[in-house]
């Protein structure tokens, strides 16, 4: 089998989970090549419901187009402070909101699971002190590092911050913050054969807490 694999992922599952399953695939086909597009999941999904991707590795689902989405990982959302934060290890609802708080752009997969979570606890990021709009995970983990604020972030992305205690994670009375990573894909196109033994390595990874249901 051989190909070019065009998969757009927003930015955690791009630089966190897709590499290293990119990597068991190549091995198990040379002759596959891969080209990774990140961006935030609202542009992902956009490329795929206008046939611009095939396939979109996603944070959240997102209302829109009707397109087919797979669950097929959970990730945990952790609320991160810089080790030097004073805030105690474990706050209530009411007290996060007063901290300063630092929150991904719209159209992030993560801003939306966060935005959702909240709801559930009758909550809303209007009552928070936002104290900064960053644009990728990567400048949230540094800005949070810097003691500029606290933050929701997937653990996959601080994953070495907590082993080396640069980052602290900080318990929510409450608040239990589980998300799944979503496979995207239109239903008005067939994914050539390449693509579909992608679909069905990724689906079928051991390493991942993948789960076997299928939502649209």
Do not use: W
Request: glycine share 6%.
């Amino acid at each position: 089998m051989a190909g070019e694999l065009i998969i757009g992922a927003s930015t955690i599952p791009g630089a966190y989970i897709l590499p290293k399953i990119a990597a068991a695939f190549k091995n198990e086909f040379p002759r596959i090549s891969f080209e990774i597009r990140i961006s935030d999941s609202a542009q992902i999904v956009d490329a795929v419901a206008g046939n611009v991707l095939m396939l979109g590795i996603v944070g959240a689902k997102l209302p829109g187009p009707k397109l087919h989405y797979q669950p097929f990982a959970e990730d945990q959302l952790i609320l991160a402070a810089a080790a030097a934060n004073p805030v105690p290890a474990e706050i209530t609802m009411d007290e996060l909101c007063a901290l300063p708080f630092i929150i991904r752009e719209r159209g992030s997969g993560t801003r939306k699971s966060i935005e959702t979570l909240l709801a559930r606890q009758h909550y809303s990021l209007d009552q928070f002190n936002i104290c900064a709009t960053l644009g990728s995970s990567a400048a949230v983990k540094e800005a949070v590092k810097a003691d500029l604020g606290v933050s929701v972030v997937s653990r996959y992305a601080v994953r070495d911050e907590l082993a080396y205690g640069t980052i602290r994670e900080i318990e929510v009375d409450g608040l239990t913050m589980v998300r799944n990573f979503y496979v995207v894909t239109s239903p008005k196109r067939t994914l050539p054969n390449h693509y579909q033994v992608f679909l069905q390595h990724l689906l079928q990874n051991e390493e991942l807490q993948f789960i076997r249901k299928t939502s649209t």
